[in-house]
């Protein structure tokens, strides 16, 4: 069982930054994939990134890449996501989630998800 709290999300600019955090419960953290998704309002959840249960690996959606980076410690169980150069159309409640993926890790089969963090991005 792994439960996970998202936190970080606020309101910045456009141009800002953030750094969205995810806090993971349980031993068994570093043996999952977690990705970071986001859902904007009348829309579907989308994959935003995803990193391997070693690091080593990490996939973004092309709207981000450049733009965001996700990165975990397995020794303090977090997952982060630096977002720079914000722009509106990231507006959106950001999900963190934990999983398993077989050889590419943007391929993610959920396991768990986080509460949502809010990220409002203004012109």
């Known amino acids: 069982q792994v439960q996970l709290v998202a936190s970080g999300g606020g309101l910045v600019q456009t141009g800002g930054s953030l750094r969205l955090s995810c806090a993971a419960s349980g031993r068994t953290f570093s043996s999952y994939d977690m990705g970071w998704f986001h859902q904007a309002p009348g829309k579907e959840r989308e994959f935003v990134a995803a990193i391997s249960s070693s690091g080593r690996t990490t996939s973004y959606a092309d709207s981000v890449k450049g733009r965001f980076t996700i990165s975990r410690d397995n020794v303090k169980n977090m997952v982060f996501l630096q977002m720079n150069s914000l722009k509106p159309e990231d507006t959106a409640v950001y999900y963190c989630?934990?999983?398993?993926?077989?050889?590419?890790?943007?391929?993610?089969?959920?396991?768990?998800w986080g509460q949502g963090t809010q990220v409002t991005v203004s012109s």
């Open positions: 989630a934990a999983g398993h993926s077989d050889d590419d890790v943007r391929r993610l089969r959920i396991d768990y």
